[in-house]
Each structure stands twice: as structure tokens, then as C-alpha cells.
């Protein structure tokens, strides 16, 4: 049988292990996906670590997958063989329970396919995914550069489009890492009035670069008064992992301003409730997109000009790439592509 090189976890929180496996023949209703690209995202560690609920090891993390579409299983229409095709955090849905019967395939019941975690993701040559989680992937795009959009970028995108924010609206995003630096440049093509927030004073160059049109250095200036100040945000895109910093924001939303949450923190969040309710603020969680969702993204970001700032790595790296997104010194997504050396 033919073989291809993936990259595994084996047990929690252990090395990764570069190992060649038989290559899969896709089932009914997948497809075999040719790996041109994958992106390295910080919910990996959920892979890595084994935290994500009934996880099954050795597992192959990666959930920002740009490819090729190489086999067909089964009852597959619609797709053929050198599609370019790309697979996000999204790996499907049943279509059968209520939330699918309602559209929302996000919140699918039945126990939703998580690329990388259900089943063995973009850390290798190849790897199986389902149709319903296949996005087309526009000609006008690298493999590098699509990668990270189909988890970073759908982030960040899709809540802006379904956040309530007209044009004109002030929006600040709150962080200028792997999620912020994207979300700055949609909150600009979008036309709003886009406010980056952010530690250090070395930032502001970068914000005004990706399309900003205020820096706000978290380090010299409470933001959440510096935004008052400026009337209100409509929207904060918070895509920190500090808590407290994030809480904080609130006092920044304007009349009916929402604090849109993508980042994680490791702690509950405090959200002042006199405020949500003085002003009809609110706080939301925001889930990543569904297939189309990434497609969407890929398409605007062609037409617009926004693109991922990354650092390339072989697969056979992959333990620096992890490192390096895990330290936070990547700047600012690191993209693994199957090569052996």
C-alpha cells in the first residue's frame, strides 16, 4: 500500500511522532485531500494536550487545511479529482438533528466531526475529510496564504459580518496576534471605523499598516476610556486570552455595544452586569464558520487584498512550529507544508 508521512500524538501532551501510515482510501460520502498546506493553531493544544471531550489517541492535529482533492469514496457528487479544496475547524454535520433540520449546522447534536480531533487532520501528506466540510479554495490564493484564513480568518471574519456593525461603526480589536492582525484588515475592508488595541508602543506602526485608523498602546492608556472617549464601540473583536483584560473592555462599549468573544482565556470571565445593563451592552461568544463560511472568507480576502502574516515550516519541523505558536513568538501564523526535510 502506498504510504504518507504524518505527524501524531500518541499520549497527552506527548512528542510529536513523525511516522509513515498507509495512506487511507476515503469511505462513503469523504474524500481524500492531498495536504498542500497546513496552519498551525493555537486549539491544537487540545489535541496535543488530549483536553478536547473523548478524544481518541494517536491522533493527527490540524484544522487550517489547504489541499488537492485525490480520491473520491462513495456516493461523493459535486467535487472532482485536483480540486483545490480547504478544510476548517468545522468537520461537518449530521444533517439529521435539530439544529441541522434548523440550518445550524454549527451547533450540530450529534456529536459535530472536529478536524484534527474526531478524526486525524492536516499534519500530514494526506488525510480524509467528510464533503459537508470541504470549502472551495479561489485560484488567487497561495496554499500558505488560504491556510490560516480557514480558522483565523473565518474567525474573525464571519463574527464581523453577523456582529450587527454597519459601516461607519466603530470597531476595536482588542489583541494584534494571530487572530487580531487578520481582524484589523477585515474591520478595515469592511469600512468600519477600526481602533487596534494592543501592549507596546512597537505595535502601533504594524496596526496602521494592516488598516487602522487609531492605535490604542494598552500599556499607556486604559482603553476602555480611551474608546468611551471616542463614543463607544460598537463592537470589541476580543481576541486576547487575558481575562482581565478582556472584562475590561467592557467599559469601552458604546449604547448597545457588544464585546465579541474569539479569544479563550484560561480564567471565567467577569463581565460588570450594572454596565451590560445601563446600556444594553452585551457580551457574545463566537463560533468559527462552517464550510461556506470559509469559502466566503477565501473569496473576500482575494477581492480585498487581506492576507495572514506567516512563517513556512516543513512538517518535519513541526515540533519548532508548535513551539513557536505556543510561545507566542511567531509572527504571527506558522504554516506547515508536507515536506520531509
Known amino acids: 500500500m502506498p504510504k504518507m508521512l504524518v505527524a501524531q500524538i500518541s499520549t497527552p501532551n506527548g512528542p510529536f511522532e513523525l511516522v509513515d501510515r498507509e495512506r487511507p482510501e476515503p469511505g462513503p460520502n469523504t474524500v481524500r485531500v492531498a495536504v498542500d498546506a497546513c496552519g498551525v493553531c493555537h486549539s491544537d493544544s487540545l489535541t496535543k494536550m488530549a483536553a478536547y471531550p473523548r478524544i481518541v489517541l494517536p491522533r493527527v492535529p490540524g484544522h487550517e487545511v489547504v489541499g488537492r482533492v485525490d480520491a473520491l469514496g462513495p456516493g461523493v457528487e459535486g467535487w ?31 456529536g459535530p466531526p472536529v478536524t484534527g480531533i474526531s478524526h486525524d487532520g492536516g499534519y500530514g501528506e494526506y488525510m480524509i475529510a467528510p464533503v459537508t466540510a470541504l470549502a472551495r479554495v479561489p485560484d488567487g ?51 468600519f471605523q477600526t481602533v487596534a488595541v494592543a501592549r507596546g508602543a512597537d505595535k502601533a506602526a504594524l496596526a496602521a499598516s494592516l488598516g487602522a485608523d487609531r492605535y490604542i498602546d494598552s500599556t499607556a492608556e486604559d482603553p476602555a476610556a480611551a474608546l468611551a472617549a471616542m463614543g463607544g464601540a460598537r463592537i470589541v473583536l476580543a481576541t486576547v486570552t487575558d481575562n482581565d483584560a478582556m472584562s475590561a473592555m467592557v467599559g469601552g462599549l458604546g449604547i448597545e455595544g457588544s464585546l465579541l468573544v474569539l479569544g479563550a482565556p484560561h480564567a471565567p470571565l467577569a463581565v460588570p452586569a450594572f454596565a451590560l445593563i445601563a446600556g444594553r451592552r452585551s457580551a457574545q461568544g463566537w463560533y468559527s464558520g462552517v464550510s461556506i463560511d470559509s469559502e466566503e472568507t477565501l473569496a473576500f480576502s482575494v477581492r480585498t487584498g487581506v492576507r495572514s502574516m506567516n512563517e513556512v515550516l516543513p512538517l518535519a519541523r513541526v515540533s519548532d512550529a508548535y513551539e513557536r505558536m505556543m510561545s507566542g513568538k511567531a509572527r504571527f501564523r506558522v504554516v506547515l507544508t508536507p515536506t520531509r526535510k
Open 80 to 110: 472532482t479529482i485536483g480540486q483545490r479544496v480547504g478544510v476548517g475547524w468545522h468537520g461537518g454535520y449530521c444533517g439529521r438533528c435539530d439544529a441541522c433540520r434548523r440550518g445550524q449546522f454549527f451547533a450540530c447534536v450529534t
Open 141 to 191: 490564493l497561495s496554499v500558505t496564504d488560504a491556510a490560516p484564513l480557514m480558522c483565523a480568518g473565518v474567525t474573525t471574519f464571519n463574527a464581523l459580518r453577523n456582529s450587527g456593525a454597519r459601516s461607519g461603526d466603530l470597531v476595536a480589536v482588542h489583541g494584534l496576534g494571530g487572530l487580531g492582525h487578520l481582524g484589523v484588515q477585515f474591520a478595515s475592508k469592511m469600512g
